[in-house]
C-alpha cells in the first residue's frame, strides 16, 4: 500500500500545481479507498491501469483548463486597463524582433559554415601578397600553407542569351575552386594551366546569373559570354549558394594576364587565399606567416606592407574562437 | 459568487456525463467524492466508472459554475474520516439537472416517434 500511494502520490505532479493544491489530498483519499478493495494482484493491476489511464484522461484537461482560465482572467485584466498590456505587447514585439534580428546576424555570421569544403582552415593572407609571377611555384613551396589560389574582382558589362548585364566579375588562379572544395552544379571548375597568359578565355557563371541570363537552360554552357567585349566559354555553372568573393557572378582564370579583360579606371586589388597544412596549428601557421612577410620586407624594402600584414581565417567563427584562443 | 449563477440555463446545457450524474446523486443528499463514484458506478452498471482525476476535475468545474458547494456540514468522526470533502447541490444545480433531464426527455421523444413510424 504504502508504495502504490507514494507512486501515486509522485504521478500527481502530473496535474497542474494549483489543482494538485486544492485537490491532491482527497485524491489520494480515494487512492486509498480504491486501494481498500484490492483483493489480490489482479485487482491491483486492474486499479493501476484505471488509475493510469484516468490521469492519462484527465491531466491534460486540467492543464487546458487552468490556460483558459489564466486567459480570460488577462482578458477581464485588459479590458480594464488596456494601455499596460499594449505597452508589454509593444514591449515584447521589440524585444522579439531584436532578438531574432541579432539570432539572424550571429547565425549568419558565426554559426553557419561557409560553402566551402572544411572553410575553418582557410585563411586569407592580408596586405603581404605573394609575388604573383612564380605564384604557383611559391604556393607549392609553401612551409604552411597545403594550397592558395589569387583573385581580385571588379564590376564588368556582360552580354549573354541576347541580354546585357552589370555584373561582378572574379578574376582568379585555376585552382580557386579546387581550393575552396566547391564543384560547380554542372559542367567543370578551371584546370591546370587555363590561368596562363593568352588562354584564359572561360568562365564560370553564378547559379542566379544562368538561372536569369539562360532561364535555367543547361545548354548555356558551352555558350559565350562577352565579358567587357572578350568572348569567354561558359564552361560551368556555380552551386546555387555560391557566390565568393562579395556576390560574384562570374570567375574567369585571368588573374595573371591583367590585359585579357579590358578595364576601365578601376583599381585592382589582389587578394590571397590559402589552406592550411594538415596538423598546423593557426599558431603555427600564423607565426610562419609573419616570418615570410617580414623577410618579404628585407628584399622589397616594403615596411608598411609587412607592419599591416595579417593572417586571418576566412570563417568568422573559427576567427572568433582562434582570437579567444590568443588571449 | 461565481459569475455563470446568472447565466440562462439553456446556455450551460448540454452537460457531459459526468457532471450529470454526480448532480442526480447529490440530488438525493451530500456526498463526498469516493461515494459519488461507487453510487454512479452502481447506477449505471459499470458502465460509467469515475477515475479520481476526472471525478475531482468535474467538481471543480462544477464548483466554479455554482452548480454544487462545498459542505461543512461534517459527519459524525466515528462513521467517517473527517479529512473527506463533501458537496451538496445548489439551486442553480438543481434547475441545471433538471433542464438536462428534460432536454434529454424531448430527445428521447423525438426519437422514439422516428423510430416508431419506421418498420421493423
Not at chain 1, 98 to 126: C, D, I, M, T, Y
Not at chain 1, 203 to 221: C, E, K, M, S, Y
Not at chain 1, 231 to 245: E, N, Q, R, S
Request: proline share 6%.
Amino acid at each position: 500500500m504504502r508504495r502504490s500511494l507514494r507512486l501515486y502520490r509522485w504521478l500527481l505532479r502530473l496535474y497542474p500545481a494549483g489543482f494538485r493544491d486544492r485537490y491532491g489530498s482527497p485524491l489520494q483519499q480515494q487512492f486509498r479507498d480504491e486501494y481498500a478493495d484490492v483483493q489480490d494482484r489482479r485487482d491491483l493491476l486492474r486499479l493501476w491501469a484505471r488509475t493510469l489511464a484516468d490521469i492519462a484522461r484527465s491531466a491534460p484537461r486540467q492543464f487546458a483548463s487552468e490556460i483558459a482560465q489564466d486567459a480570460r482572467f488577462a482578458m477581464r485584466l485588459w479590458r480594464r486597463r488596456p494601455v499596460q498590456p499594449l505597452f508589454a505587447i509593444i514591449a515584447l514585439a521589440l524585444a522579439i524582433g531584436a532578438s531574432a534580428g541579432a539570432f539572424s546576424v550571429v547565425n549568419a555570421l558565426l554559426l553557419r559554415s561557409l560553402p566551402f569544403a572544411a572553410s575553418e582552415r582557410l585563411a586569407q593572407l592580408h596586405m603581404f601578397g605573394p609575388p604573383r609571377n612564380g605564384f604557383h611555384e611559391w604556393r607549392q613551396q609553401s612551409a604552411y600553407l597545403a594550397d592558395a589560389a589569387m583573385y581580385d574582382s571588379l564590376e564588368v558589362n556582360v552580354e549573354a542569351g541576347g541580354q546585357a548585364a552589370r555584373m561582378r566579375l572574379t578574376e582568379t588562379s585555376w585552382n580557386f575552386f579546387t581550393l575552396l572544395g566547391s564543384r560547380p552544379a554542372s559542367g567543370r571548375a578551371f584546370v591546370a594551366g587555363e590561368d596562363d597568359p593568352g588562354r584564359g578565355d572561360v568562365t564560370v557563371i553564378a547559379h542566379g546569373a544562368w538561372q536569369r541570363l539562360f532561364g535555367n537552360d543547361p545548354r548555356a554552357v558551352g555558350s559565350i559570354v562577352r565579358v567587357n567585349g572578350t568572348p569567354l566559354t561558359i564552361v560551368g555553372i556555380a552551386p546555387p549558394d555560391f557566390d565568393y568573393p562579395a556576390r560574384t557572378e562570374l570567375w574567369t582564370p585571368t588573374t595573371f594576364d591583367y590585359q585579357r579583360i579590358p578595364k576601365t579606371g578601376s583599381v585592382v586589388m589582389w587578394t590571397s587565399i590559402g589552406r592550411l597544412k594538415p596538423q598546423l596549428t593557426w599558431a603555427q601557421a600564423r607565426h610562419a606567416f609573419e616570418t615570410e612577410a617580414a623577410a618579404s620586407v628585407q628584399v622589397v624594402g616594403n615596411v608598411s606592407n609587412a607592419a599591416s600584414s595579417k593572417f586571418i581565417c576566412l570563417h568568422l567563427r573559427s576567427r572568433r574562437t582562434f582570437a579567444i584562443r590568443n588571449e | 459568487m461565481p459569475k455563470t449563477k446568472h447565466s440562462a440555463i439553456e446556455d450551460l446545457i448540454p452537460l457531459p456525463p459526468a457532471v450529470f450524474h454526480i448532480l442526480l446523486s447529490l440530488l438525493d443528499g451530500e456526498r463526498h467524492g469516493y461515494a459519488l463514484k461507487r453510487e454512479i458506478a452502481t447506477r449505471t452498471d459499470g458502465k460509467l466508472t469515475l477515475g479520481a482525476g476526472v471525478l475531482y476535475g468535474s467538481i471543480s468545474k462544477m464548483l466554479a459554475q455554482g452548480f454544487i458547494e462545498e459542505s461543512d456540514d461534517r459527519p459524525d468522526p466515528h462513521l467517517d474520516d473527517e479529512r473527506r470533502r463533501y458537496y451538496r447541490i445548489t439551486a442553480l444545480g438543481r434547475r441545471v439537472v433538471q433542464a438536462e433531464a428534460a432536454r434529454m426527455r424531448e430527445l428521447v421523444q423525438l426519437a422514439s416517434s422516428k423510430l416508431g413510424s419506421q418498420p421493423a
